[in-house]
């Protein structure tokens, strides 16, 4: 039964997210909303919905190290898994220019992480600089974006949706009610499938939940990089990877703090923090991640995993 909420609630997660973000679309064409503002609202903040509705129920049901393992996990996933994968497919090219303010945000959040992370707990104070910190990023980018006329970094392309205003609503307000209902089935399965493998529920949420958040980042990133838009898929890595951090961590933080078990603050931490300076150094560096790289990428997240397994058995 815990296995079925596990997988009914990353299914859901999927379905629900897919529905979201497509009445948003849906809804802000409708009403004349710029490509712009979809990209970096909507478009951002839907493929990273499942992690903030998941992280907000396990630290209101009191699993912090769901909560807390699920924003680094996806992290971590999201450069050495997907991006990984994405440059097995087509290598990535990076555009050095427009990869230095959204990388060095995400360097910068990654940063306050560790920082937050190593003080023992994510306060409300903390979560709330984070989401000050979301709120001038995304002013910024979208003033720039504004000037220069492009287009967001990690927009993804718009559909040719036309359904009715009721029939966005629909989607919009479906896709919400699934995700939420998919979140607490798999938030429970997930803290009852740990205590059974005898794995801590850090390891669970690291590796289960994160990838399992992580699949609609997934899916459109493979999908962009089959099409030839790499850099697309890395647009949808580096703004998932800084709204995990400042938004999801903000809002859960803000709404229950959040304490720190051991093995994040010695081990996974540290993850995803080299993670995150390889694909920095790579992109200032080469300006791409070729496919060995990425290759390189995701025998890194295989070890990873592998090492979590043996640790939450060991601990367990």
């Known amino acids: 039964m815990d296995i079925l909420f596990v997988l009914g609630g990353l299914i859901g997660l999927v379905l629900g997210g897919e529905l979201l973000v497509r009445g948003a679309l849906a809804l802000a064409q409708r009403r004349c909303i ?13 493929t990273s919905t499942p992690e903030l509705v998941t992280s907000v129920q396990a630290a209101w049901i009191g ?21 990984g994968i994405v440059a097995v497919i087509a290598p990535v090219v990076i555009d050095r220019g427009s990869f230095l303010r959204d990388g060095s945000v995400l360097l910068g959040a990654s940063l306050l992480c560790l920082a937050v992370v190593l003080a023992g707990e994510v306060s409300r104070m903390a979560g709330l600089i984070c989401l000050v910190g979301l709120g001038g ?9 504004q000037s220069s006329g492009d287009a967001p970094t990690g927009a993804l392309p718009l559909p040719e949706v036309h359904p009715s205003t009721m029939m966005a609503l629909l989607w919009l307000l479906g896709g919400l009610a699934v995700t939420l209902l998919s979140a607490r089935f798999l938030v429970i399965g997930a803290v009852q499938l740990a205590e059974l493998a005898g794995l801590s529920e850090a390891v669970i949420g690291l590796t289960i939940v994160a990838v399992g958040t992580s699949m609609p980042e997934l899916v459109t990133s493979v999908i962009a990089a089959r099409r030839g838009q790499s850099d697309i898929a890395l647009g949808n890595v580096v703004g998932s990877n ?5 938004g999801v961590l903000g809002v859960t933080a803000a709404i229950q703090p959040v304490a720190v078990a051991h093995q994040i603050a010695t081990l996974d931490i540290w993850v995803m923090l080299a993670a995150t300076v390889a694909l920095v150094g790579y992109a200032m560096r080469g300006g791409r991640v070729t496919r060995g790289q990425g290759a390189v990428f995701v025998m890194a997240y295989v070890g990873y995993v ?11």
Request: charge should be negative; glycine fraction near 16%; aromatic fraction near 8%.
């Open 34 to 46: 710029s490509p712009l503002v979809i990209g970096l609202t909507i478009v951002g903040f839907g």
């Open 63 to 83: 699993a912090p190290d769901i909560a807390l393992g699920n924003v680094i996990g996806s992290n971590i996933a999201n450069i050495l898994l997907i991006l």
């Open 137 to 145: 990023y995304l002013t910024y980018t979208f003033r720039a974006e």
């Open 242 to 246: 800084i709204f995990n951090i400042l």
């Open 306 to 316: 592998a090492a979590l397994i043996l640790i939450g058995a060991g601990g367990g």
